[in-house]
């Protein structure tokens, strides 16, 4: 079974320029989340999505970060105009909750490094 | 909401040696599942053990065991017989199973183990 994909593994930008971040998830799970993971903290929640919907966006910065996930498959993740603080590492996680809401086990991808000088 | 604290930021063991990685959270809810999450260097985070709050025995798997003491809202994981493979970041995280759908998890700021020989 394929895992969690996402691309680009790495990205140097500089601050003010635009940043898109895909993501795809295991075939069949229906929730995909973003988590932004700065260097020496843990990860944190920026958007949480149910097939295509918006279930948890509070700590997405809504003035410069937007997430879409369409056809409830895909996902990407923009940041524009980026700033100096957004450097971290997106990353990108997909649950299969159909037999529990709540059990399913996260599983990641290796995420997106973002370095914003 | 919930909090969820590491108190070492860092840690080492010598290989086939055993280390306990404390963990305690802060919730209200009655009902949650509790996870601890390993992130070796530069690569995704994999699952490495769950517990699910109404079950009172503690969570094993293969050298991986917990300590849950629900009242002290505490969990700690021990590593027995460590292996260098096991170096890593070891993150504890919640999830709140109340939420249904909406269940997210909420990571603390991780614990780096170090294992030598």
């Known amino acids: 079974e394929a895992g969690v994909a996402q691309s680009p593994r790495y990205k140097i930008i500089e601050k003010r320029q635009s940043v898109a971040f895909w993501c795809n998830p295991i075939?069949?799970?229906?929730?995909l989340y973003w988590y932004q993971q700065i260097l020496g903290q843990g990860p944190k929640l920026l958007i949480q999505f149910q097939n295509n919907g918006v279930v948890d966006d509070s700590q997405l910065p809504k003035d410069r970060f937007s997430a879409e996930r369409l056809k409830g498959v895909d996902s990407t993740l923009k940041i524009q105009p980026a700033k100096l603080e957004d450097s971290a590492v997106y990353l990108c996680?997909?649950?299969?909750?159909?037999?529990?809401?709540?059990?399913?086990?996260?599983?990641f991808g290796e995420g997106s490094r973002l370095t914003v000088l | 909401a919930q909090t969820v604290t590491q108190s070492q930021p860092e840690m080492s063991v010598q290989e086939a040696e055993t280390v306990t990685l404390s963990c305690t959270y802060d919730t209200s809810e009655n009902n949650y599942y509790l996870f601890w999450y390993k992130q070796p260097p530069s690569r995704q985070m994999i699952l490495v053990i769950r517990q699910e709050a109404y079950k009172q025995q503690n969570a094993t798997e293969n050298r991986f065991s917990v300590n849950f003491q629900k009242a002290a809202k505490s969990f700690s994981l021990k590593i027995s017989d460590s292996q260098l493979g096991d170096t890593a970041m070891y993150f504890c995280?919640?999830?709140?199973?109340?939420?249904?759908?909406?269940?997210?998890?909420?990571f603390g700021t991780g614990t780096r183990l170090q294992v030598t020989l």
């Open positions: 995280a919640f999830m709140n199973s109340h939420t249904g759908t909406a269940s997210k998890l909420t």
């Open positions: 075939s069949g799970h229906a929730t």
């Open positions: 996680a997909s649950r299969d909750n159909r037999d529990s809401p709540w059990a399913g086990e996260l599983f």
